[in-house]
């Protein structure tokens, strides 16, 4: 006998379905960062969206940042931010900031699990 959940339970997506199921369950596919209440939002790719360069780039700087002894904080928020980067440093905004929402959004993603 089938239960009431094996017949809501999907076992087959297009991959824009699946996609799109995703972005709903995360929020999007970008995150909105504000330096403050009230100011210019910022956007980020959701982690679970990052394209090919986007990760290439992150596994490089991350790679880089091993090999030598100073730490480039910067670099993370550069790559994700893009052409705002500037913008976002001139509204206030820190590579610190950068690394607090990535840990938000990585807590929020477990949560959500579950975990």
């Known amino acids: 006998m089938t239960s009431q959940a094996d017949k809501n339970r999907r076992t087959s997506y297009t991959i824009a379905q699946a996609r799109k199921k995703v972005e709903e369950s995360v929020g ?18 959701h982690p679970y969206f990052y394209d090919k360069a986007t990760k290439k780039a992150l596994k490089a700087a991350a790679e880089e940042s091993e090999k030598s002894d100073e730490d480039d904080d910067s670099a993370q928020s550069r790559i994700l931010l893009g052409e705002q980067y500037d913008r976002y440093v001139a509204a206030g905004g820190t590579d610190e900031g950068i690394n607090f929402v990535m840990i938000a959004v990585g807590q929020d993603l477990k949560d959500s699990q579950g975990n």
């Open 28 to 45: 999007g596919d970008r995150i909105e960062i504000f330096v403050e209440e009230g100011g210019d939002p910022f956007y980020i790719p």
